[in-house]
């Protein structure tokens, strides 16, 4: 079993859904996606139930999720299957993509980055590299520093994700945004109250290419 798999399948299997599913994709990719930038071959990194994976493939791309959890991955296949969109979702750790055997032009990641601890933070990194092509580019969303209190996912600086993407790649853009979720994370949530899908925490928006 992989490392993680059944706290994670624990988080899909309560009776309400985790924090970051929302049931739609975060309106951060919603806009690249508009922009015309989650085209070609995508990789959804930490896809959960899919919604990032299955937006790119109805924009057209070919499209892939991977996901430690594999109750997560059932629901994102249910997803493809009912919206009739052709998406290929693997259980598989995000620390090891390389095992997917595939190289892709954009990578998505949205809430993963910052579940990672140093050690683990670089072994991602890594990871990424092999699946995204030189010149490809990531796309990645993590929890801010700006987002007052400490409860839930750890928070990241802006210097943090500049050393982590120190060697090999060339950041282009790092941008304050918002994580739409249900719940409440303290000090800063807006738009409504725990357990309300309106509830927004302080994102940093990254746009990341491989050297």
Known sequence: MMAGMSTWDEAYAAGRPPPWD???PQPAFVRLAD???????????????????LLAAAHGAQAVGVDVSPLAIARAREKAAA??????????????????????????????????????????VTSLAAVLEPGGTCYLMCFSDRQPGDYGPRRVSRDELTA?????????????????VTADFGGGSAGGSANDSGSTAQAWLAVIRRS
């Open 22 to 24: 929302i049931g739609q």
């Open 35 to 53: 922009r015309g930038l989650l085209g070609g071959r995508v990789l959804d990194a930490g896809c959960g139930t899919g919604e990032h994976a």
């Open 83 to 124: 919206r009739g969109l052709a998406v290929r979702f693997e259980v598989g750790d995000a620390l090891d993509l390389g095992s997917l055997g595939l190289t892709v032009g954009t990578v998505t990641d949205s809430g993963l980055f910052h579940v990672f601890d140093d050690g683990d933070r670089a072994r991602y």
């Open 164 to 180: 982590a993407f120190r060697d090999g790649w060339a950041i282009d853009a790092i941008t304050p945004d918002t994580f739409t």
